[in-house]
């Protein structure tokens, strides 16, 4: 799906890469930095198609965890290009920890793959620079891709989740505990290892600094989502779902809306008619049709009829992960075939932060000592 500052520049696998806009501040650097140093286009070129295929290299990383990922029946939806690296947005992981980890290594697979590949081209076409003498810097373009591989087969797999080695980390700690806690100590670890990698970037190189924040934040994200998941354990959608809400007909003027939008908190309104739900009006809909054409138009005009419907026993779990892979922020719920409630993305986090509430006042009373 992309975002806003992303633009899609290729389909491959039938997995929509994008790359986003600050990559292009790289290009620009890179292309600055060697026209300050070598002052010709000629090295402008090399040192810009040189970054271009080594995040070639990325994309085909990326696109190793998502089709073993596709192999475990999980879909991919869609792979970013950013300036410190790329990431395929899962749409989940394997509950299989031994799945994880080999979705989690089919990225640097895939680096030691090429490194092999370069490695036989060079030893065809070219007599090869001394191992000892290689680096990441010095040498043939093919030289410097391969040594570029090999670092970053290397350095995804430092034990930083969320990270590929803190994937693997994590997977390991899942088959000796509950999948909750495993993550948050493999977070715990990743967030060490980037306020190491952020001390190293003071020191020695800036764009650790990058990195470490991109681990910290991940690890973060990664370990609230676990708490959401747990919070979320055996709950339905009936459980969950709006029950007390307003309605309007398709024949209806915006200013009906308006004024149930007035009277009380609801935001999204289900559309009626015949007691059946036709569509849906969200707060987005109807700011558009009051700016576009007034509160005099009717409901219909605006509405979005494209209903997803999901059964009042489903887990709310996986509603979740559906509300947050696709445009849609609001479901209807049915119950034996008739409309019974509606869902979205706020209430669903509303429940979690009482359910996280309810966890976090048990824990306590559970670790009170009463004489």
């Known amino acids: 799906m992309g975002s806003k500052w992303s633009w899609k520049i290729a389909k491959l696998a039938d997995i929509d890469v994008y790359v986003h806009a600050t990559f292009f501040i790289l290009i620009g650097w890179i292309a600055l930095r060697y026209w300050l140093i070598e002052g010709n286009i000629a090295a402008v070129f090399n040192g810009v198609a040189f970054i271009l295929a080594l995040f070639g290299c990325v994309v085909l990383h990326e696109l190793g965890h998502a089709l073993t990922a596709r192999r475990y029946g999980i879909g991919t939806r869609d792979i970013m290009l ?11 992981m394997p509950e299989d920890p031994k799945q994880e980890i080999a979705v989690a290594l089919a990225g640097p697979a895939v680096n030691v793959l090429i490194v092999c590949v370069v490695w036989l ?10 191992v000892t003498e290689l680096s990441l810097t010095h040498g043939s373009f ?17 034990p930083a989740f969320p990270m590929d080695g803190g994937r693997v980390l994590r997977a390991l700690l899942a088959m000796t505990m509950n999948s909750t806690r495993a993550t948050h100590t493999a977070g715990n670890i990743g967030q ?10 003071l020191l020695y190189n800036p764009f650790l600094i ?14 609230e989502m676990a708490t959401i998941k747990s919070s979320l354990s055996g709950i339905t959608v009936g459980q969950a779902m709006v029950k007390d809400f307003q309605t309007l007909n398709p024949d209806d ?32 809909q109807l700011l558009k049709g009051l700016q576009t054409e007034g509160d005099q138009t009717h409901v219909v005009t605006w509405m979005q009829d494209n209903i997803e419907v999901i059964d009042y026993h489903e887990e709310l779990e996986k509603v979740l992960q559906h509300l947050e892979s696709s445009e849609t922020r ?20 509303e429940l979690v932060k009482i359910q996280t509430a309810l966890q976090d006042n048990s824990h306590q009373k559970s670790g009170n000592i009463k004489f």
């Open 82 to 92: 950013l300036p410190i690296g790329g990431v395929a947005s899962l749409e989940g």
């Open 121 to 130: 081209i060079l030893g065809v076409t070219e007599n090869i620079t001394d």
């Open 142 to 158: 093919l030289e410097r891709l391969m040594m570029l591989n090999i670092f970053l087969a290397v350095f995804n797999l430092i």
């Open 192 to 201: 060490f290892i980037a306020l190491g990698l952020g001390f190293l970037g």
């Open 210 to 223: 990058l990195i470490s924040l991109f681990v910290w934040i991940g690890a973060s994200a990664e370990m």
């Open 253 to 284: 003027q915006l200013a009906r809306a308006v004024e149930l939008t007035l009277s009380g908190s609801q935001k999204d309104f289900p559309v009626l008619a015949n007691r059946q739900i036709v569509g849906f009006i969200t707060q987005t």
């Open 330 to 349: 609001i479901l209807a719920v049915t119950r034996n075939g008739e409309f019974a409630g509606l869902i979205n993305l706020d209430n669903i986090m």
